[in-house]
Structure formats: C-alpha cells, structure tokens
C-alpha cells in the first residue's frame, strides 16, 4: 500500500511539552516536509516547574546537536549528580540515589550482593562510598566523566537543574529556527470528523480554524484535546501516590552550589530543594486532606534556606495517567498524557520518551491501529514502572504519623509487591531491560529506605566475607580520592558555563 504521508502537524501547548516536542519532531521530520505548527495561550501559560532532571535528558540534548555549555549558561542550570532523601526512612535519616554504575560484577554476581553479605557479617564499608556520583554530590562537587580506564570518574553520569521557564524559551528558539511556526491563540473549540471521531480542526478565539493530520496535545493538566475533546478517560492513582497538590517558590541561594537535589520528608508529603545558578527552587508536595493551603505555605516558607523571591504558588494534580496517550489522530505528551509526583524527577524524561517514541512510531494518515497500540503499551509501561519506584519510596518507611501510616499500610501494585517480596528473600532485583531505573538505583532506594533482605544471593559465597571486605574498602578508598580530584560544582561551572548576571 502506497504511504500517504502526514503533511501538518499542530502542537497545542508551549510549555517544556510542547517545545521540546517540537524541537525533537523539527530535528527528526526536517526532511519530510511536514509543517509543524504550534499554538499556546500567554494567558493561560504554563505550570512554570520542572527544574529537576535524570541522566537521559544529557543524550537527548546532544541528539538534537544543543550545546551543553550554551544550554547551561542561558538556561542558569546546574549539575546533578544523585538525590539525597533526607528523613524518608525515619528522621534524621539520610541516603542517596546516586546516578550512574556503582561497584563491579564478578562471575555475574553484582557488588550489591556482596555488599549485603558483607553487611551481614557487620564489615560492609558505607554503600554510599562505592559510587563517585554519590561521594561527590556529597562534597558539592562536579566534572563530567573522563576517558580513563579503570577509573571511577569514567563512570561520572550526570543530569541538569534546570530554570524551566528558561528552557522553554531555549527549545522555542531552536524549534522556530528549524521551522515550526508559533501562534499566539487559545483553542475555544475542537471539532471532530463525523465518520471516526478524529479531530477535524481546532478553532481558536481569535476565529482561526487550524486543521492538521496529527494533533500533539500538550496543553497540561487540561488535556484540552486528549480529554476534553476525544473524551479518552483518566487512570488515578491517587490511592498509591496521595499528594495532590504541591506550592512552589525561588529563594535566594545561601550556601556553597550543591550537585544534587533534595528531597525532604515532612510530616504529610515531602520538600524539593533544587539548586540553580540564580536561585534555589522549593517545592512541597502535600495531601490536602491533611494539611491546609495556608499550612503548607507556612511549612514552605519555614523549610527555605533563603529569603523567597516571590509568593509560592500552588498546584493542583491527581497523579495517574491517560488511559491512552495516542488516541486516533491525537497524541498527549507531557502533564496532558499523565502526572507523577516529581520525587524522582521522572516529567521532563517522560516527555522525551514521548517525542522519541512517537519519532520511532510515526504514522502516516492512515494512522494503523498497530502502530497507536504499541505506543500506548510502551507508555503505559513506563508510566508504571516509574509509579512502582515512587510509590517504594512512600509506603518503605520508619516514620510515624497518619500520612505515613497510611502509605505503609496501603494495598501495592501487584507488580510493586513481587518486586519487594522478591528483594527481601535474596536482596535481587529483576527487572525488564527497558525499564527507566536500573537495578542499582532500586538497591539504593531500598536499602536506603531500610528494606532488609532475609540473605544474600548464594553465588556471593565463592568468596569469605573478609577477603571481600579488603576488596571493598580497596574500592571505596579509590573511589574517594579520585572524587577529591574533582572540582567543587561551582567553581566547574564558573569555569566552563556561568550564566550572565542578572
Ligand atoms: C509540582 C510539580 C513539580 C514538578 N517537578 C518536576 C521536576 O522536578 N522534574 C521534572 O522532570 N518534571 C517535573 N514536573 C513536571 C513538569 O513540570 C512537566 O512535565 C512539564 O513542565 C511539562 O508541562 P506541560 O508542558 O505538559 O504543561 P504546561 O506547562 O502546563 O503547559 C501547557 C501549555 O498549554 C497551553 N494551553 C493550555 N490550554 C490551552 C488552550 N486552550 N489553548 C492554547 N494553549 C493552551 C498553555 O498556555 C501552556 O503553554 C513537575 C510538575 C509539577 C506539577
């Protein structure tokens, strides 16, 4: 059958969503001769958070061929190297999540279970000293990784902080360069075609009617098209994941520039610190069953390391996702297509999955059923497999406290609870390749969260315990001095991509 390719496609939306799908659909499609309109409403605008990322938006930005450096400096963004999450186990507590391979394999074991098995016998050195990210987001320092083998600082993997109103803007500039074309307009209307349902055209209040092939949805929470127009439906997840509301706010920056984000429990919900340049954003993630507006804002404000640059401004949110985030001729991308708590700073990530997977799945106006089905499973997949990590986070913890009760206490994804259930047998995790987080990274949730294995895998018995002991204190040492050679983060950027004064 001959291809009948897609000739326009129109973006609803002008947040990180729909700019960094229009940068990635402008790089990728240039050579079709496909238009690439997009629409948003400065009225309305956009939620203005998101400053916190994870590793694959670095890969991301270098396929679209962006400067890093220029990046960093216009968009007055940081380095990220791990988060810590201070009082989640119980207060007083802290851990990391380090970004990046920590340890060693040996005859297909992995460190870790050597590591428990070391523990076990009471001479296991700090998990934290096996991983270069995690000691030195610890020391506020930063580099990217170097050549060299053998090394620790080879294994350097790194994300940014971000201003995301900034970055907004930087994609803009580099999707309007490549060609797509920006309307100042809001969508008042959307109609559908009599026959199958698919959108027809949109009409905005300035009485333009836009017609296109493909529809992007990223007008946010709203779904404007996705929802309001196409009626797809909404997963909640409220149950497993019960913040529903969150109040933001900048401070001013008062200590030394820290290379990792924080995450910081409090009595209903948890606290974001994350570190820019210019300033420092805050965030608290809160039920509101259990605390008024008025009380958050006072917990905020109180939680700040500066003085706030503003009045924090607050958000509402059911976490969850679409039931489907293509449906017919539309495709939701960003907060459109679903909300998960921003504990693991997962929205900008699953936004790129998005674009790219609609990249790898472009469809042609016949739009095949197949094609829209494999995108779906794809992102339903993601989306709860990122639920599952977030919802470890909760419901693994020490604290006391209704909120906290209630997140122990709750029934768990099914997939969640054989994860879990397998980790307290053997200390293992197995998990599908495609999956975002890597078996380390829930090592170090789990063990962080204080979730005790009843042994260790068996194969790391080819080995005494105290002969591993040497062998991991020979890695932690190393690891330790070559995160002593690395520069302290500010004085990194200062070097290779200091933002202008404002
Ligand atoms: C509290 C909170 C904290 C977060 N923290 C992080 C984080 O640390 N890291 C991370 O990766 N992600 C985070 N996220 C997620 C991240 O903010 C979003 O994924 C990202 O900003 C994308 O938002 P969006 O573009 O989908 O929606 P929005 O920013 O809401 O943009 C919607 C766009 O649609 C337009 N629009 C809406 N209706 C219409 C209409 N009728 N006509 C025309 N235009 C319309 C608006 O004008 C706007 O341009 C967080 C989210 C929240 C809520």
């Not at 907004?168 to 500039?173: E, P, V």
């Not at 333009?208 to 909404?234: M, P």
């Not at 204190?473 to 290779?496: K, L, S, Y």
């Amino acid at each position: 059958m001959p291809v009948d390719p897609v000739r326009s496609i129109v973006i609803v939306g002008g947040g990180t969503a729909g700019w960094m799908t229009a940068a990635t659909l402008a790089h990728y499609l240039h050579g079709l001769g496909c238009r690439i309109r997009l629409v948003e409403s400065a009225e309305i605008g956009t939620v203005g958070v998101g400053e916190s990322t994870i590793p694959p938006i670095i890969s991301h930005l270098a396929a679209l061929g962006i400067d890093e450096n220029d990046l960093v400096r216009k968009i007055q963004a940081t380095f990220k190297l791990s988060i810590e999450f201070k009082d989640w186990t119980r207060p007083g507590h802290s851990y990391l999540h380090p970004f990046g391979p920590t340890g060693f394999q040996r005859n297909g074991v992995d460190f870790t279970a050597y590591w428990l098995k070391c523990r076990e016998a009471g001479v296991a050195p700090s998990l934290e000293a096996h991983s270069i990210t995690a000691v030195a987001a610890r020391q506020a320092r930063f580099m990217r990784p170097v050549d060299l083998a053998n090394s620790p600082l080879q294994h350097i993997t790194y994300a940014l902080h971000l201003d995301a109103t900034r970055l907004a803007a930087y994609l803009r500039g580099y999707a309007e360069t490549r060609g797509v074309a920006r309307t100042e307009g809001k969508v008042r209307a959307v109609a559908l075609r009599s026959e199958d349902g698919f959108i027809e055209s949109i009409a905005l209040e300035s009485g333009e009617r836009i017609e296109a092939d493909l529809y992007i949805d990223c007008t946010g929470f709203r779904g404007v098209l996705i929802e309001d127009a196409l009626e797809t439906g909404y997963e909640d997840w409220t149950r497993w994941l019960p913040c529903d509301r969150a109040m933001a706010v900048g401070c001013e920056r008062t200590g030394p520039l820290s290379s990792h984000t924080q995450a910081l429990a409090r009595d209903v919900g948890w606290q974001w610190r994350i570190p820019l340049q210019h300033r420092v954003g805050n965030g608290y993630v809160y039920n509101s069953q259990l605390v008024s507006d008025d009380g958050a804002r006072e917990i905020l404000l109180s939680g700040l390391e500066g003085k706030p640059l503003r009045e924090p401004l607050a958000l509402r949110f059911t976490t969850g996702r679409r039931r489907l985030s293509w449906n017919k001729n539309c495709v939701a991308i960003g907060l459109s297509a679903g909300f998960l708590e921003p504990l693991e700073s997962t929205g900008i990530h699953l936004i790129q999955r998005g674009a790219f997977l609609l990249v790898s799945l472009f469809p042609d106006r016949s739009f095949r059923q197949a094609d829209i089905d494999a995108y779906n499973r794809r992102m339903a997949f993601e989306y709860e497999r990122v639920r599952d990590f977030l919802v470890a986070h909760y419901s693994q913890t020490h604290r006391e406290g209704e909120f906290w009760r209630y997140c122990r206490e709750m029934e768990l994804p099914a997939s969640l609870k054989e994860r879990l259930e397998l980790f307290r047998s053997y200390g293992r995790i197995i998990r599908d390749p495609a999956e975002l987080f890597s078996e380390q990274s829930w090592f170090f949730i789990l063990t962080g969260q204080d979730v005790r294995p009843a042994g260790y895998d068996p194969r790391a018995e080819d080995i005494p315990a105290g002969e591993m002991r040497q062998f991991l204190e020979r890695i932690a040492e190393v690891v330790g001095r070559c995160a002593a050679t690395m520069p302290r983060h500010e004085d990194f950027i200062a070097q290779n991509c200091a933002a202008p004064a404002l």
